[in-house]
C-alpha cells in the first residue's frame, strides 16, 4: 500500500492512542482556536480500524503528515434500495505536505479498502469544492438552505393541530434513539419510494459524535435543544436547534439555528416548523441540508423570504460499477451501453452494458458493444442516486450521445421521484 504515497511518506494504522496525532494534523490542516486537550473523544465517529496516518520516513515518532478515515455505511438508500458505501472522513494535510501527491494516495487507498470490504460506493462531503472531482467523484445531491423570518407563513395542512409539542434540552440518553428512529423513518419518503443518500447514523459511536455538545462547537450559542411532534402518544417529526441572543435598536433581533428537522407526514411537518418559526426575542430561523424538495419549500406561502441558497450535499464515488448500476432500481424501462472513463479506477473504464424494467430488477455486465453514451466516472457518481440529469449533464458537454435517442431514454431510467439529500454530515 506503501507504492501508492510519493517517496518518503508510508501509511501508519492509528488507534486510540494516537488521537493526539490525529488531531494535531487534523488542526494542521483544519484551523481551530480549541486547544487540543480540549477536544472530546466523542468527537471521533469513525471507527478506529478505518483510521490512517501518513508519516514521513525519518520523522519524529507520532508525526503525521496527513490523515484520514472513513464511516461503514452499511446500508446507504439508493433509488430503490440499499447498498454499502465507505464514506471517506478526516481527510487532512499538513501545509508543510500539500501538493505532493499525498491526497491522490488517500483516495487511492480508500477506495482499494472499500473494495475489499466489498463497499460498490464511496461517499463524502466535501470540505472545498474543486478537490474531489478529478477523483471520479460527482456532486449526487444538493442541500438546501433558508434563512426564515420569524412567523414566515405556512399553508394549512390538515391534522397538524391534532399534534402536541415538547421543547427540552437535549439529551443523548433521552433523545439519541428517538431522532434516529425518525430519521430513518423519514427516509421512506411517500408511496414506497425511499430518499437516495439518506443516510444513517449507524452506531452508538457516531451518533455520539455527531450530538456532541461540547461549548467549543456551540460557537457562542446555547446547548442544543431539541422539539419532538407527537400525535396520539406517538412521535412524530423532531428538529435540534440553537437560539443566539441579539438586540439591536432595543428590539430582540436574535437567531434560531435548526439542524436535523424531519417528520414522517405534511400535518407533523405543519406543526414541527410552526413552532420552529415562533420563538420569542428572535427574528431569523436559519436551517440548511434540507432536500431540494422538502415539504417545507412547498408550504411556505412566500418562498423568496426564505432566501434559499443551493449547496453541494452527498458526493458519490461508483467502486464496482457493475454491482452498483444493478444494485438501484430504475425508474423507466433502460437498455443502454455505458462508455465509461475512470483514471483511478482502471477496472471500471470499459463499456457496460445495463438493462432494467421500470423499477424492477436490473442487470449490468461488460461488454464489447460500442457505447450508445460515453461519460466519465465523475458523471457516473453525479447521476447515480437520480438527482442529477444525464441529459443535463450532456448539455454541459460532459455526456456524449453516440446512439440518436439514448440520451432521452437513460435520462428518464437514471432519475427519481424524490430527490436525493444528505442524512447528515460526516
Known amino acids: 500500500m506503501t507504492s501508492l504515497l510519493p517517496a518518503g511518506y508510508r501509511f501508519e494504522t492509528l488507534d486510540e492512542s494516537r488521537l493526539r496525532d490525529l488531531l494535531t494534523v487534523d488542526t494542521w490542516a483544519f484551523p481551530s482556536g480549541e486547544p487540543i486537550d480540549d477536544f472530546p473523544e466523542e468527537a471521533l465517529g469513525a471507527s478506529w480500524d478505518r483510521m490512517t496516518g501518513i508519516a514521513v520516513d525519518g520523522a519524529d515518532q507520532g508525526e503525521l503528515a496527513a490523515c484520514f478515515g472513513a464511516y461503514s455505511f452499511g446500508s446507504c438508500p439508493v433509488p430503490g434500495g440499499t447498498l454499502p458505501m465507505g464514506g471517506l472522513t478526516w481527510v487532512g494535510v499538513h501545509p508543510q505536505h500539500r501538493r505532493r501527491g499525498i491526497l491522490r494516495g488517500i483516495i487511492a487507498s480508500h477506495l482499494a479498502d472499500c473494495a475489499a470490504r466489498g463497499e460498490m460506493l464511496s461517499g463524502l462531503t466535501a470540505a472545498e469544492y474543486p478537490i474531489y472531482g478529478r477523483f471520479g ?70 451518533q455520539r459524535a455527531v450530538w456532541n455538545d461540547a461549548p467549543m462547537f456551540r460557537r457562542g450559542k446555547e446547548a442544543r435543544r431539541i422539539v419532538i411532534v407527537e400525535r396520539d402518544g406517538e412521535a412524530r417529526g423532531y428538529a435540534t436547534f440553537r437560539r443566539a441572543s441579539e438586540w439591536k435598536d432595543g428590539r430582540p433581533v436574535g437567531r ?39 415539504p417545507l419549500v412547498h408550504l411556505l406561502v412566500d418562498r423568496r423570504a426564505a432566501v434559499p441558497k443551493v449547496t453541494d450535499g452527498l458526493w458519490v464515488r461508483v467502486v464496482d460499477v457493475a454491482r452498483a448500476l444493478a444494485g438501484r432500481r430504475y425508474q423507466a424501462d433502460v437498455d443502454v451501453v455505458l462508455g465509461l472513463t475512470d483514471t483511478l479506477l482502471p477496472d471500471n473504464a470499459a463499456a457496460w452494458h445495463l438493462r432494467a424494467g421500470a423499477f424492477e430488477e436490473a442487470a449490468c455486465t461488460r461488454t464489447d458493444a460500442s457505447p450508445d453514451l460515453v461519460l466519465d466516472a465523475r458523471e457516473l457518481g453525479a447521476a447515480y442516486l ?41
Not at 166 to 183: D, G, P, T, W
Not at 258 to 283: I, K, N, P, Q
Request: glycine residues 10%; charged residues 20%; hydrophobic residues 45%.
Open 137 to 206: 467523484y460527482g456532486v449526487a445531491s444538493d442541500g438546501l438552505t433558508l434563512e426564515l423570518p420569524r412567523r414566515a407563513e405556512l399553508r394549512e395542512v390538515d391534522g397538524a393541530d391534532e399534534h402536541t409539542v415538547r421543547i427540552e434540552l437535549f439529551s443523548f440518553e433521552k433523545h439519541a434513539a428517538l431522532a434516529e428512529e425518525l430519521h430513518v423513518r423519514s427516509g421512506d419518503g411517500v408511496g414506497g419510494l425511499n430518499r437516495p443518500g439518506w443516510v444513517a447514523r449507524e452506531g452508538e459511536r457516531f
Open 386 to 426: 437520480g438527482g442529477t440529469s444525464l441529459a443535463g449533464l450532456a448539455a454541459a458537454g460532459l455526456v456524449t450521445e453516440h446512439t440518436p435517442g439514448a440520451l432521452a431514454r437513460a435520462s428518464a431510467a437514471f432519475g427519481w421521484p424524490i430527490a436525493p439529500a444528505l442524512g447528515c454530515h460526516f
Open 256 to 294: 434560531v439555528d435548526v439542524a436535523y428537522a424531519t417528520a414522517l407526514d405534511a400535518a407533523a411537518t405543519r406543526s414541527l416548523w410552526s413552532t420552529l418559526l415562533d420563538f420569542d426575542l428572535t427574528a431569523t430561523i436559519s436551517v440548511s441540508d434540507l432536500a431540494a424538495d422538502s
